[in-house]
């Protein structure tokens, strides 16, 4: 079976924005629990840092997110560029 047929079409949105993506049917299961907890942790920052816009909010998001994954765990190099193959091809379906 081809890799792409293994693939569903969703859309999430994220900050009021519609993102239409490809993934697995595992990812698919988890998309609504990560966009809920995405776009409450948007709206916390937006509430906490009301002088902020979006996309600095988002931007704080990123860094929190990014700071947490980076404690709790050390990726090789290996799992660090299948992870950015898995997000160009997601951003590539998206187009």
Request: charged share 25%; hydrophobic share 35%.
């Amino acid at each position: 079976m081809d890799k792409e047929e293994d693939l569903h079409k969703v859309t999430v949105v994220i900050a009021g924005r519609r993102y239409p993506l490809k993934v697995t049917t595992e990812e698919q299961n988890l998309i609504p629990q990560i966009e809920l907890n995405l776009n409450n942790n948007i709206r916390s920052f937006q509430s906490s840092y009301v002088e902020k816009d979006i996309q600095d909010c988002l931007s704080i998001l990123l860094l929190s997110y990014a700071l947490d994954n980076t404690q709790e765990h050390q990726p090789s190099s290996t799992e660090l560029e299948n992870k950015v193959a898995n997000i160009n091809e997601m951003l590539e379906s998206a187009i």
